[in-house]
């Protein structure tokens, strides 16, 4: 099951340059530890949060549409000539498809205009613990649904 990014509880501890988010932000040094071993800090793809209380890495994949164009801009998909909410049901149809496919632990999240110039998002919430392969295998498999669904 997909959830939405703003019924979602997201604090965010470390920016994708991996440096803290403000200077009133304490994270565990457990959690450095196990970011660091799992080489998250090195993605610059995501951010070091904490989701609905729960510490872990959110690797996160901005959509860019615009208003005139609407225009679907990713690395694994083909361009596109869709509507903002076209663009939203294609992210919903690859979260669905990947929620299924991934362990339970793992959370896909849709952010509609969330993102940098109210880019729609869809993210990945790897909680601590997740080890690198795990993640690695999830990333494929995102961008596996990613083709087929584009």
């Known amino acids: 099951m997909v ?15 991996w440096e803290l988010c403000h200077e ?16 998250f800090g090195n993605e610059e793809e995501g951010y070091l949060v904490q989701c609905n209380g729960q510490y872990g890495y959110l690797y996160n994949e901005e959509y860019w549409h615009d208003e005139q164009t609407d225009t ?5 998909a083909i361009e596109h000539q869709l509507k903002s909410g076209e663009v939203l049901q294609r992210l919903y149809e690859i979260g669905n498809q990947l929620s299924s ?5 793992i959370l896909v999240i849709v952010g509609e ?3 940098v110039m109210e880019a729609h998002e869809l993210c990945i919430f790897f909680p601590f613990g997740v080890d690198n ?3 690695k295998e999830t990333l494929n498999l995102f961008m596996q649904v990613g083709k087929t669904v584009a």
């Open 24 to 39: 009133d932000v304490s994270v565990p040094e457990e959690i450095d530890k196990w970011a660091e071993k799992e080489g």
């Open 113 to 115: 205009k969330t993102g």
């Open 72 to 76: 679907l801009a990713k690395d694994f």
């Open 133 to 135: 392969p795990t993640y």
């Open 101 to 105: 496919k991934v362990e339970e632990s």
């Open 3 to 17: 959830k939405k990014m703003r019924e979602e509880s997201i604090e965010y501890l470390r920016n994708r340059c």
